[in-house]
């Protein structure tokens, strides 16, 4: 009696930009480096965002979730400008579009919101797990800006080096269990143009490796 083939792993991405490291999961799909998966749905907060035309080019579904119908749903109130309100239902709405794609991983390739409860507990709930791309090492630069930063104390001879990984998402902001990760030497860079270069072409190899990773340890649980 023949074993049945496994069926691919089903991946949604969530981007905001021009989609470079969704490029890079796009092409590891179904070779070693990414064996047995596919991207099934890629989600943009935004409009324009180039990664949209590629996910379409590849025949991937695409679907723009703004933020601004929510701001003008839920404005805020007393002067205040962090529409938490309209987060949250952001957020819901937003684990509402992934978990109706059953994927069996989410995939954070610069997306540039932070998400809140209101999307981890109902995806998390459905044992989804989140990964995110982070241009820092584990225990080191958190949160936006950190080329720059980094950039910032390397020309205040405060640091030489800096990294990238792949990591779990949890609500406090880039602290969840690193995947992989990856130093990165800033020497030899004369600018912070060149840092992000240098940076960047680095993130598309380990993001493969970091969804690769995560998706090995769910099947080894059973759940992929």
Same mark, same amino acid.
């Given at each position: 009696m023949s074993t049945p083939t496994?069926?691919?792993?089903r991946i949604t991405v969530l981007? $905001?930009? $021009?989609? $470079?490291n969704l490029g890079a999961l796009i092409s590891a799909c179904n070779t070693p480096a990414l064996p047995r998966a596919r991207i099934t749905h890629v989600i943009s907060d935004r409009k324009d965002a180039y990664g949209l035309t590629r996910a379409a080019d590849a025949s991937i579904k695409t679907t723009y979730h703004g933020i601004v119908p929510y701001k003008k749903k839920y404005p805020d109130h007393a002067g205040k400008s962090d529409f938490?309100?309209?987060r949250r239902a952001y957020d819901a709405d937003l684990a509402n579009l992934v978990i109706a794609g059953t994927p069996d991983i989410?995939?954070?390739?610069?997306?540039?919101? !932070?998400l809140t409860p209101s999307f981890l507990d109902p995806v998390k709930a459905q044992a989804i797990p989140i990964i995110n791309l982070h241009p820092s090492k584990p225990g080191d630069l958190i949160g936006a800006g950190c080329i720059q930063r980094a950039w910032d104390e390397f020309e205040a001879n405060k640091r030489t080096e800096t990294g !990238?990984? !792949?990591?779990?998402?949890v609500e406090e902001v880039d602290m969840g269990e690193p995947?992989?990760?990856e130093t990165i030497s800033i020497q030899g860079c004369t600018s912070l143009s060149d840092?992000?270069?240098r940076i960047h072409e680095r993130e598309h190899s380990l993001i493969v490796k970091g969804t690769n990773s995560a998706l090995q340890k769910l099947s080894k649980h059973g759940k992929a």
């Open positions: 496994p069926q691919p792993a981007i $905001s930009g $021009s989609g $470079s938490h309100d309209a989410v995939v954070c390739a610069g997306f540039m919101r !932070i !990238i990984m !792949i990591h779990y998402v995947i992989v990760h840092l992000e270069t």
